[in-house]
């Protein structure tokens, strides 16, 4: 999950330049959320881990912090694994 | 780095080129002013399996990867700009379900959308709202099982004929997507006419008045409407363009070289004059960059890396406005010719312009880009750190 993590941090540092991300950080509240950025999420997450965000998943508390990115990941993996 | 088709996608190019040689330019002029597209043409699309090119063989459509859907558009916008805007506006909401659609939808919709049983269309645009298409004016309520939809869409792309619409409309405020049949009760679909160029795609005007929707063609969750659903929609979009403005603007390059090695003036052929030569040397030039960003956009896409986002917008500002430059050195090339409907240029410069409005004009494009080099080169550490090399060397 470590590792989940900071991919995910990682990622979003190019977006918000200078800040250093907490994991329950809600990055909504930061206010750089732009439909260009939530496609580029969405993409990030479904190359890095090899898994397809749906419709389902589309509920902005599973975004809205790394944690909550992670624990998104971490649900939808064995799916895939399981496949 | 390796940038070569592979044979398939070779074979494939060199079957849409036949297939619109054919089938598409004998009849383009003749669409563009009888402002029409007769459905045979649009049928002939779909019997080719051209209409489905987003469609996963296992759904029923043709299943090309994200080059060889660029080589149709190019074919395509090559031959006929308002047919290639069909297969874009059908794509995009294709896409649309596909990624975002429920179970149903998919399960329904998508085989009739590769068979071409179905044409839909992609509503977005109003008379009040263009570029700031998050301000949406068309409302949704729910109510008891349904949604109530009411507003007004605006250019349309072949919303005359299309079967379904995906229709983008605010719900309590919460922007959400639905799918609207174009019988569907509430609904009325005046033609637009008269327009500068992509003059046969028979654009609409929707009018929404109570119209009455069950609630299962919501498509995607309320809230998500515009940043998922019209974002990855007009992604494709604007990449579908992109290759379409290399079509359009290697038209005017085959026209040109056509024209200049058969027309004298001075007692020989144009080519043989410096200045028609700089022109035809900057459009092959630009055309083959704008071609490669296209490439480049549709590899990234093919393996989902999220910069084929901005390479898509990058790609389809460049050609958008090259393909401008090229169409206007192609009618002045053409002189007094290149003015008439006798010569296909004209017409060329015409649909070239719409190109920079649609999928996101220039200067969205433009804001995006520039957003996007902030981003990317002022503030980055790795740049940081080879702009301190490189001062120390």
Redesign the interface.
């Known amino acids: 999950m470590e590792e989940v993590k900071a991919k995910i941090k990682k990622f979003l540092s190019r977006f918000f330049t200078g800040h250093e991300f907490q994991a329950d950080e809600d990055i909504f509240a930061l206010g750089f959320v732009n439909s260009m950025f939530a496609m580029q999420l969405v993409l990030f997450i479904e190359q890095e881990f090899q898994i397809t965000i749906e419709n389902e998943d589309l509920d902005f508390d599973n975004f809205r912090t790394i944690n909550a990115m992670a624990l998104l990941i971490k649900r939808k993996i064995p799916v895939v694994a399981g496949n | 780095m390796k940038i070569e088709l592979n044979p398939q996608q070779k074979n494939a190019k060199a079957t849409f080129r036949a297939f619109v040689d054919e089938q598409i330019v004998p009849y383009a002029d003749q669409c563009d002013r009888e402002e029409r597209t007769p459905l045979n043409l649009i049928q002939k699309l779909a019997q080719k399996g051209y209409l489905s090119a987003v469609i996963p063989q296992e759904s029923g459509g043709s299943g090309m990867d994200m080059i060889t859907f660029g080589l149709l558009n190019e074919e395509l916008g090559r031959g006929c700009s308002s047919l290639r805007s069909l297969l874009t506006v059908h794509s995009m909401v294709a896409h649309a379900l596909l990624k975002?659609?429920?179970r149903f939808q998919k399960e329904y919709w998508i085989p009739k959308l590769a068979s071409g049983e179905v044409i839909a269309a992609f509503a977005l645009s109003e008379p009040n709202v263009g570029s700031d298409a998050?301000s949406v004016e068309t409302t949704a309520t729910f109510s008891g099982d349904s949604y109530i939809l009411n507003g007004q869409k605006k250019w349309i792309t072949y919303g005359q004929i299309a079967d379904i619409f995906l229709v983008f409309a605010n719900c309590e405020g919460k922007p959400s997507t639905f799918l609207v049949e174009k019988n569907t009760p509430g609904l009325t679909i005046a033609p637009i006419s008269g327009m500068l160029g992509v003059r046969a795609s028979m654009l609409a005007e929707l009018h929404l008045d109570n119209c009455q929707i069950p609630q299962e063609n919501l498509v995607?969750?309320q809230?998500?409407g515009?940043?998922?659903v019209?974002?990855?929609a007009l992604?494709y979009g604007r990449y579908s363009v992109a290759w379409g403005c290399v079509g359009i603007a290697q038209a005017c390059l085959e026209a040109c070289i056509k024209y200049t090695s058969q027309r004298k003036q001075f007692g020989v052929y144009l080519k043989e004059h410096q200045l028609i030569r700089q022109m035809i040397s900057e459009a092959i030039a630009n055309i083959k960059a704008a071609r490669l960003l296209c490439y480049q956009a549709g590899y990234l896409k093919e393996?989902?890396?999220?910069?084929?986002?901005?390479e898509t917008s990058i790609a389809k500002y460049f050609a958008s406005t090259i393909v401008n430059k090229v169409a206007n050195d192609a009618v002045q090339i053409h002189g007094g010719n290149g003015c008439s409907s006798e010569y296909p240029v004209q017409r060329y410069l015409r649909d070239a312009k719409i190109m920079e409005i649609i999928e996101g004009s220039t200067q969205i494009q433009q804001i995006?880009i520039a957003e996007y080099g902030y981003?990317?080169y002022l503030?980055s550490a790795e740049l940081t750190e080879i702009s301190q090399q490189l001062v120390g060397t």
């Open positions: 975002w659609g429920s998050k995607c969750r809230g998500f515009f940043s998922h019209a974002a990855s992604d393996i989902g890396d999220p910069k084929s986002i901005i995006t981003q990317e503030f």
